[in-house]
Nanobody
Framework: QVQLVESGGALVHPGGSLRLSCAASGFTFSTYRMYWVRQAPGKGLEWVATVNTSGGTRYYADSVKGRFTISRDNGKNTLHLQMNSLKSEDTAVYFC?????????????RGQGTQVTVSS
């Protein structure tokens, strides 16, 4: 069965950095476009970033463009999200996901999430 397990969330000060990871199993990782989505307290799912199967094409929400970088390692079945210059509005539970539509955000598979809190 599909398993997506996120890690790396933490409490960080504004302006800080974090690197999230997602370990994928139960499917052929290298053949799927992958996503990061997030959910802030009291809000719905928000798309953050997408990476194509090879990792060569990446898309970002305007709110994170220039600060976040999505990447993947197909040899290790792992997805990453490097987050720099973090802001308080980045506080959310971050999910690794596959098989997503984006209007509205709906993903057939996502992990349990990892909490990112940006606060001074």
């Amino acid at each position: 069965q599909v398993q997506l397990v996120e890690s790396g969330g933490a409490l960080v000060h504004p302006g800080g950095s974090l690197r999230l990871s997602c370990a994928a199993s139960g499917f052929t990782f290298s053949t799927y476009r992958m996503y990061w989505v997030r959910q802030a307290p009291g809000k719905g799912l928000e798309w953050v970033a997408t990476v194509n199967t090879s990792g060569g094409t990446r898309y970002y929400a305007d709110s994170v463009k220039g600060r976040f970088t999505i990447s993947r390692d197909n040899g290790k079945n792992t997805l990453h999200l490097q987050m720099n210059s973090l802001k308080s509005e980045d506080t959310a539970v971050y999910f690794c996901a596959k098989d997503c539509t984006l209007a509205p955000v709906n993903c057939d598979y996502r992990g349990q999430g990892t909490q990112v809190t940006v606060s001074s």
